[in-house]
C-alpha cells in the first residue's frame, strides 16, 4: 500500500513559499509544490494568476466565515476539494470550462458539510 504514496516525487511534495499581497498587505504562503500546481489550474480555469485566486478565496472565506484562521491549511483543503469533485464528475476534467460558469448548489448538491455550524448561544429570559 505505501509504495503507492512513497514513489510520489520528492518535488512534489517539497516546500515553496511565495510572497503575495493581499489587498495591499504583503504576506507569503508555503505550501508543497503539488498544492501550486493544483492552485494553478483553479486559476488558469477563470483566467487568473494564483495570487488573484488566493486574494479571491481570502475574500470570499472572511465573507462567508467572518475570518480567515489557518488559511493555509484552507487552502490546502480547497486543491483537494476540487480533486474530489472531479474525481467524483461534479467539476468538469476539462479545463477550458471555468469554475465560475459551475452552479455551485449544483456541484455541491447531496454533499454533507464537512462540520455541522455551531448554533447560536442560547438567550436566558431575564
Given at each position: 500500500m505505501c509504495e503507492i504514496f512513497v514513489r510520489a516525487h520528492?518535488?512534489?511534495?517539497a516546500p515553496e513559499t511565495r510572497s503575495l499581497r493581499l489587498h495591499g498587505v504583503a504576506?507569503?504562503?508555503r505550501l508543497e509544490r503539488l498544492f501550486w500546481a493544483v492552485l494553478e489550474e483553479i486559476a488558469t480555469r477563470d483566467g487568473m494568476r494564483?495570487?488573484?485566486?488566493?486574494?479571491?478565496?481570502?475574500?470570499?472565506l472572511i465573507q462567508y466565515r467572518g475570518e480567515a484562521a489557518n488559511f493555509t491549511?484552507?487552502?490546502r483543503v480547497c486543491?483537494?476539494?476540487?480533486?474530489?469533485?472531479q474525481a467524483d464528475g461534479r467539476i468538469p476534467v476539462d479545463v477550458a470550462v471555468p469554475i465560475r460558469t459551475l452552479d455551485a448548489r449544483a456541484?455541491?448538491?447531496?454533499?454533507?458539510?464537512?462540520?455541522?455550524e455551531t448554533p447560536p448561544p442560547r438567550r436566558v429570559a431575564a
Amino acid at each position: 500500500m505505501c509504495e503507492i504514496f512513497v514513489r510520489a516525487h520528492p518535488d512534489s511534495y517539497a516546500p515553496e513559499t511565495r510572497s503575495l499581497r493581499l489587498h495591499g498587505v504583503a504576506t507569503s504562503v508555503r505550501l508543497e509544490r503539488l498544492f501550486w500546481a493544483v492552485l494553478e489550474e483553479i486559476a488558469t480555469r477563470d483566467g487568473m494568476r494564483v495570487n488573484q485566486l488566493i486574494e479571491r478565496l481570502y475574500d470570499e472565506l472572511i465573507q462567508y466565515r467572518g475570518e480567515a484562521a489557518n488559511f493555509t491549511s484552507f487552502l490546502r483543503v480547497c486543491c483537494l476539494r476540487y480533486e474530489i469533485l472531479q474525481a467524483d464528475g461534479r467539476i468538469p476534467v476539462d479545463v477550458a470550462v471555468p469554475i465560475r460558469t459551475l452552479d455551485a448548489r449544483a456541484v455541491l448538491a447531496g454533499l454533507p458539510d464537512a462540520l455541522p455550524e455551531t448554533p447560536p448561544p442560547r438567550r436566558v429570559a431575564a
